[in-house]
Structures are given as structure tokens and as C-alpha cells.
């Protein structure tokens, strides 16, 4: 990675590659992006879930209200009103009001802990979830976390005999492309497979479209934000930020995404995950050696600062909203130039 060659797209490299694609495979993508499934995050409202009284039921509303087919959560989401902390009845009237809606729910924990994914697994089934994310956040050397997330995701299939979900591995800001494959592909369950972070892979030391490249086979889902990636100790770290304003190339790693897949789209759900100020150093460095450490680290949390929390949280909500208008803008350019072969105006 060079420090003084930016990452971000240009105009002509995205579509480029549109312009380039045969006429059958651009009305493909056409079609696939103007029905792209763009599921709500509760991570855009961490805050408010947080500090701010915003409870799950809540989200449910938000993406009905925008017209999106479903949800994605975290299970300590809404702190003691989480999935985590409902009773039976609690998570059976989550699922019911999600059903009421026509939501599709998918259920998040940031651990592969054999305790951890049994007890997701069981929150997931008892809200009708269609899908899990999980990652590992162990300490250790890199050979230990792999064998260690191998062994526990292996136990998957036993949690989950009937099939009901399907899983994915997320990268995380601490293994690379070549480790989640490594993983994945050693685990072998057919339902288990990657969701792709826009920025993750930053702080392993990778860019995002030659993660995507080397993760696609396993890709399922995805979360879309933007960050600027910030030079940390050798390595890179990244900062999130508002959609459009930093440094990812988003439009062309939303046609890589969109095209997966020949006969059905292969991405399930684009998660909108906006992040505006949550900071990840650098976990991965050029010089490491060949089995590096991996510090104890806790999960994502972003911090609100220290001016008007009524502010930061309101902030938050209008960054959600805008997330929704320029994704499905992007959307729509990726759509118009593959129908026309020129720029939206």
C-alpha cells in the first residue's frame, strides 16, 4: 500500500467497467440494481440505541416506513431492551410485528464462541431471522484464531439442524481475505458464507476491490458504507464517515457486488451501516512476522465525544436518512448508464 496514492475511485473506472460489460450481462445489472435489497443497520443507529432510548421494534418501523425488505441487528442492540435481554414473549411479539410488516430479519453477534453462537442461533430462530453474522474476536496469534473460529463454526450445523438460517463471516478488521477463505472453506457447510465490509479489510492492510476480488466466491451479503483510511503506525487504520464523502469506492464495489451470481443475485443484503465517526486502528502491518498477534479487542462501539449528545444523536438519524438517498442514487446511476451507456444527467 502506497501512503500517497489515494484509494478513491474515479469517475471513469466504474464505468468503465459498465460500458465494457456485454449487453445481456448490463441489462442483467440494470435489473439488479434497481431491486437491489437494501436492509436497514441497527449499527447506523448505535447511538441512539445506546443513549438515545431507541429500542428494535423501532427499527422495524424506520425500514417499513422507507420501503426496505428487512433488517439487520445486532443482539445487544438497545442495550437492556436488546434481543439479548427480551423474554420468550418478547422476542415472539418482535417476531410477529416484523412478520406484520413483510420484514426480513437478520440477526448479528461479534463472536464465534461456541456459548455465544448458540445462544444467537436461539434468539435468531425464536424472531424468525433468516440469517446470522458472526466474527471472531479472539486474542492470540493468527493460526490460533483461525483454528479456533474453524472449530466453532463447525459446530453451526448442529445448532441449526433444519436449515433455517444461513450464515455469514464477516470481516472483522483483523484477518485477511485469504484467512476468511481459509476458514470458510475448512468449515465446509454449504450455508455458511462471507459478508463484505466496505472498509473492514483496511486494517488488515488490503483495498476494498482486491478484497472483494479474492472474497467473491464466498459472498453473500454485505454492509455499505465509506471511511478514509488514515495512516496508523505503520499500517492503516479507518475512520467512517458520511456516504460519498470519503474515500471507498462505492459505486464500483456495488457493481462487483451486483453482478455476482448468474442466474439470481448472489448478495442477499446490503446492509446500511453508516458509521459517521467510528474509528478502527490498524490490526495488520508490512512487517509483521508470519504469525502475528492479534491484542484483545472489544466490539465495535463509537464514541460520542463531548459536545450535546441531543445533538450527535439527531445528527445520527439524519445520517441514516441521507445513507437511504445516496446509496439508492447510486443505485440508480449504476442502473441508468448499464439501460443507456452515458452518465445520468
Known amino acids: 500500500m502506497n501512503l500517497t496514492s489515494p484509494i478513491a475511485e474515479t469517475a471513469g473506472d466504474w464505468q468503465a467497467r459498465v460500458r465494457g460489460l456485454p449487453a445481456e450481462v448490463r441489462t442483467r445489472l440494470a435489473a439488479r440494481a434497481r431491486t437491489a435489497p437494501l436492509f436497514a443497520h441497527a449499527y447506523a443507529f448505535h447511538l441512539n440505541f445506546r443513549f438515545g432510548g431507541m429500542v428494535p421494534a423501532g427499527l422495524l418501523d424506520w425500514a417499513a416506513a422507507r420501503g426496505l425488505p428487512g433488517v439487520k441487528i445486532h443482539v445487544e442492540d438497545g442495550e437492556g431492551h436488546s434481543l439479548n435481554a427480551m423474554s420468550p414473549d418478547q422476542l415472539a411479539a418482535f417476531a410477529a410485528r416484523a412478520r406484520d410488516l413483510g420484514l426480513e ?45 474453524i472449530a466453532d463454526l463447525r459446530g453451526l450445523a448442529a445448532l441449526d439442524p433444519h436449515g433455517r438460517l444461513t450464515f455469514t463471516l464477516e470481516q472483522h478488521e ?120 492479534i491484542p484483545a479487542r472489544s466490539a465495535s462501539f463509537t464514541d460520542p465525544g463531548d459536545g450535546d449528545l441531543t445533538y450527535r444523536l439527531r445528527r445520527e438519524q439524519v445520517a441514516a436518512e441521507r445513507q437511504l ?20 444527467p
Open 174 to 293: 483483523d484477518l485477511t481475505s485469504d484467512e476468511l477463505v481459509r476458514i470458510v472453506e475448512a468449515v465446509g457447510n454449504p450455508r455458511l458464507g462471507l459478508l463484505f465490509d466496505f472498509g473492514n479489510m483496511i486494517n488488515a492492510g488490503e483495498m476494498p476491490l482486491a478484497a472483494l476480488a479474492r472474497q467473491a466466491q464466498w459472498l453473500t451479503e454485505a454492509h455499505v458504507k465509506d471511511c478514509l483510511v488514515v495512516a496508523d503506525r505503520g499500517g492503516w487504520a479507518h475512520r467512517a464517515c458520511l456516504s460519498d464523502e470519503g474515500q471507498l469506492p462505492m459505486r464500483a464495489l456495488l457493481v462487483e457486488l451486483l453482478l455476482l451470481g448468474a442466474d439470481a443475485p448472489r448478495i442477499r443484503a446490503f446492509g446500511l451501516e453508516e458509521e459517521e465517526d467510528y474509528f478502527a486502528p490498524a490490526l495488520r502491518f508490512p512487517d509483521e512476522v508470519s504469525d502475528p498477534f
Open 105 to 149: 430479519v437478520h440477526v448479528e453477534t461479534s463472536s464465534t464462541e461456541a456459548r455465544e453462537l448458540a445462544a444467537t442461533v436461539a434468539i435468531s430462530h425464536a424472531v424468525g431471522a433468516t440469517s446470522m453474522r458472526c466474527y471472531p474476536r479472539y486474542e492470540g496469534r493468527v493460526s490460533e484464531i483461525i483454528a479456533r473460529t
Open 325 to 344: 438517498v445516496v446509496v439508492r442514487g447510486m443505485l440508480d446511476e449504476i442502473a441508468h448508464l448499464a439501460e443507456n451507456g452515458e452518465p445520468k
